[in-house]
């Protein structure tokens, strides 16, 4: 059974620091892409915001503007685990962060709907 697993949310001020993880299991690790999308909870049925992508080497990596310079998303391939470094948070980053899996494709915003493999989520809140 494929599980990807997010940990790391929190509650943090404007400025922080947050390392997201998500642990996979069940899956060929190094044959999958990966990616981080957001969703905030204020707005519960509105399309998740494409946060960064990385791709199997890990040689390729993605991100949003609002995040470019900030985020850093991360892969070891000799393990199992993909991290996404958040620095300089702002409050607008507050969402649930998801993270995916895709063996064909880098996750993006235009692939998001083909998405199948997804965490439960964790939750992120930065205060000003």
């Known amino acids: 059974q494929v599980q990807l697993v997010e940990s790391g949310g929190g509650l943090v001020q404007a400025g922080d620091s947050l390392m997201l993880s998500c642990a996979t299991s069940?899956?060929?690790?190094?044959?999958?892409?990966f990616g981080w999308f957001r969703q905030s909870r204020q707005s519960p049925g509105k399309e998740r915001d494409f946060?960064?992508?990385?791709?199997?080497?890990?040689?390729?990596?993605y991100y949003s503007d609002s995040v470019k310079g900030r985020f850093t998303i991360s892969r070891d391939n000799a393990g199992t685990t993909v991290h996404l470094q958040m620095n300089s948070l702002k409050p607008e980053d507050t969402a649930i962060y998801y993270c995916t899996a895709d063996a064909n494709t880098v996750p993006s915003p235009t692939w998001l709907k083909y998405l199948k493999i997804w965490g439960q989520g964790t939750p992120v809140t930065v205060s000003s």
């Open positions: 069940g899956l060929d690790f190094r044959n999958h892409a």
């Open positions: 946060v960064a992508a990385i791709s199997w080497s890990g040689s390729d990596t």
